[in-house]
């Protein structure tokens, strides 16, 4: 069965630190791994997107790695700022005729001032 | 630029009462719709995806079901809605051919709570 789980299932953290959340996945077959965030009441917004091949990918403060062989990816969020309190979900995409994607329960992460 | 509509934001529906959500993309052609349900605290599960009129798959069993009457409008519908099938619901669209890259862009969602 395809699953995508996450930990930790929420996080509160002080603005201006940094934290690291956690996805393992047994999807397959794996085509690529993405990260969204997500804000309340809001669709879900793509992050990064990996390839088994790449084992990590940056977009401004947020850093995703992948290791293809534990089937485990981390999304590190530097600096945090209150915009980035929301949601973060991992997502395994797999290519059967069309796109599907299968999603994490997701992190609610919390920046406090 | 492409954009994705739903319509409407939130809907408030007595059990037992029908259901139409809309789903419409603009500035692209032959995409992929994809229609998904998010219940309280839980992850996103695929309900229907379309790669073009008329096709229609349906990934869970369910009270639910979909159509695609145009290239780029999407619908999900129910005869008589259950208190289960409260959640919000979220349409998004791929580029036609599969890719590994293909952006899943998402629409802005309905929040649905049935009485």
């Known amino acids: 069965k395809n699953q995508v789980e996450q930990s930790p299932q929420s996080l509160i953290i002080l603005e201006g630190k940094n934290c690291t959340l956690q996805c393992n996945y047994t999807v397959s077959p794996f085509s690529n791994l993405r990260w969204y965030k997500q804000d309340t009441g809001r669709g879900p917004v793509s992050l990064t997107i990996?390839?088994?091949?790449?084992n990590t990918k940056s977009n401004g403060r947020y850093t995703a790695t992948l290791d293809a062989d534990t089937k485990q990816s981390s999304l590190h969020i530097t600096a945090s700022q209150l915009s980035d309190s929301a949601s973060y979900i991992c997502?395994?995409?797999?290519?059967?005729?069309?796109?599907?994607?299968?999603f994490g329960q997701g992190t609610r992460l919390t920046i406090n001032p | 630029s492409q954009t994705i509509h739903q319509w409407p934001a939130t809907l408030v529906q007595p059990v037992g009462s029908p259901l139409s959500l809309e789903c419409t993309v603009e500035?692209?052609?032959?995409?992929?719709l994809y229609w998904y349900r998010q219940a309280a605290g839980r992850g996103l599960q695929l309900l229907f995806y379309?790669?073009?009129?008329?096709?229609i798959s349906s990934e869970v069993p369910q009270n639910l079901s979909a159509s695609r009457p145009q290239d780029r409008q999407f619908i999900l519908s129910s005869k008589k809605l259950l208190l289960s099938d409260s959640g919000f619901y979220l349409c998004?669209?791929?580029?036609?051919?599969?890719?590994?890259?293909?952006?899943?862009?998402f629409g802005p969602g309905t929040r649905l709570t049935v009485l």
């Open positions: 379309s790669v073009g009129i008329g096709q």
């Open positions: 990996m390839t088994f091949s790449e």
């Open positions: 997502v395994v995409s797999v290519i059967q005729g069309a796109q599907k994607l299968v």
């Open positions: 998004a669209w791929t580029r036609g051919t599969p890719s590994s890259y293909n952006e899943q862009f």
């Open positions: 500035g692209t052609s032959n995409p992929n």
